[in-house]
């Protein structure tokens, strides 16, 4: 499960996390990092990657995925300056709080941006993004609530700027901004180079990806 396993049909990649053992070896969460479980029970298609090149949506030469490789190619799913990981699901899913913390916003917008979100701020100062919950019910939770990792908080749609039923979810070191200032990859960094985010500096912290956590152990297959 750790090794990437490509065709030679790049336009046509399927993406498939495999949560099943995710949590059995898992031996780089340091101390100041958090440790989450996937936002979703069960197994959804990968849409689109987090981009280690530049966390702003500009464009630049490449995406570079949590291994260290550039998948340019693999457009439409995945783009340039996406600062978090998209699943497909149907309108409705589940959607589960990744770790135990507070829920500091529940966003209610159906036309823009993220649409309805939730964010929550969890220990050491990291936040969770749950964007495109669905327009009718999008949230079980209120901000000031306490939740628990593995309870439900929401469910998935395709509010504001999205063109199909996925979940958008991002992690963020520091506070939350619509601006993608504070991204950071939840799968962390394995590349045999140095994390590209690293150097961004403040005004794109992208801090210290990879060093203080890889919550989830190497999910992501391609084929
Ligand atoms: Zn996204």
């Known amino acids: 499960m750790d090794h990437l396993q490509i065709n030679s049909s790049r336009l046509a990649i399927v993406i498939v996390l495999l949560f099943g053992d995710l949590f059995i070896g898992v031996g ?10 996937p936002p979703y029970d069960g197994q959804y298609p990968l849409t689109s990657f987090f981009d280690h090149y530049y966390p702003n949506y500009s464009s630049t030469d ?23 990981y998209d699943w497909s699901m149907t309108e409705g899913t589940p959607i589960y709080a990744t770790s135990s913390g507070t829920v500091e916003i529940t966003r209610f917008n159906l036309t823009e941006g993220y649409g309805n979100y939730i964010v929550i701020n969890h220990s050491g100062g990291f936040r969770t993004l749950y964007a495109h919950l669905r327009a009718n019910t999008p949230f079980n939770v209120s901000v000031g609530e306490e939740v628990n990792q593995g309870e439900l908080i929401g469910w998935s749609g395709n509010t504001g700027n999205s063109s199909g039923a996925h979940l958008h979810f991002g992690v963020y070191r520091g506070t939350f901004s619509s601006n993608e200032v504070n991204t950071t990859d939840p799968f962390g960094w394995r590349g045999n180079y140095p994390d590209p985010l690293l150097g961004f500096g403040s005004g794109h912290t992208a801090p210290v990806c990879g060093e203080a956590m890889i919550p989830i152990r190497s999910p992501v297959q391609i084929r």
Do not use: K, T
């Open 28 to 37: 780089h969460v340091m101390a100041s990092g958090i440790s989450l479980r």
């Open 62 to 84: 490449g995406v570079v995925i949590y291994d260290g490789e550039n998948v340019n190619s693999c457009s439409p799913h995945c783009y340039q300056g996406h600062s978090g």
